[in-house]
């Protein structure tokens, strides 16, 4: 796992970010810790977001997270978690919850995406997979966020 931080924030110790990566994996799938590929979070700034949201979405918006999945077997990389703290802490009090709660939120979303949970396209999908990150929010919180 890798930690990128793009910003001129102090992001890597907000959370215990490698610690909820892992319980996250742990919780919903076991193989992808074992696998020998390895996972980049990375910090960007809302403009980074934004263009990055544009070329891959379609949408000219900045975002909170992004994820991309890599599907080639020849890959070193399974994956990247693009998050933007600029804009996770202006959300974070519109649902109720301090920064680090909200990036919590979001680093968990993010990867449920790269293992293939969806919630755009599908209520159904919608419900299960915030569902999941509820429940990973709530162990992940009792254990790492209530200590902070």
């Keep these: 796992m890798n930690i990128i931080n793009d910003t001129d924030e102090e992001i890597v110790n907000a959370i215990p970010i490698y610690d909820i990566i892992y319980e996250v994996l742990k919780m919903i799938?076991?193989?992808?810790?074992?696998?020998?590929?390895e996972m980049n979070v990375v910090f960007v700034d809302k403009k980074t977001i934004k263009d990055l949201n544009l070329q891959f979405r379609g949408k000219n918006s900045e975002t909170d997270v992004l994820?991309?999945?890599y599907d080639d077997e020849d890959d070193e990389i399974f994956?990247?978690?693009i998050i933007c703290p600029e804009v996770i802490r202006l959300q974070?009090?519109?649902?109720?919850?301090?920064?680090?709660?909200?990036?919590t939120y979001m680093l968990i979303h993010g990867i449920l995406h790269l293992?293939?949970?969806?919630?755009e396209n599908d209520p159904e999908d919608a419900k299960e997979m915030l569902t999941i990150q509820e429940e990973i929010f709530n162990v992940?919180?009792?254990?790492?966020?209530d200590k902070t």
């Excluded at 293992?115 to 919630?119: K, P, R, T, V």
């Excluded at 992940?140 to 966020?145: D, R, S």
């Design 67 to 69: 994820s991309f999945s």
């Design 115 to 119: 293992a293939g949970y969806e919630h």
């Design 92 to 103: 974070a009090p519109d649902f109720g919850n301090s920064f680090e709660k909200e990036l």
């Design 79 to 81: 994956g990247e978690v």
């Design 29 to 37: 799938s076991p193989k992808l810790l074992s696998a020998e590929k």
């Design 140 to 145: 992940i919180k009792t254990k790492y966020i």
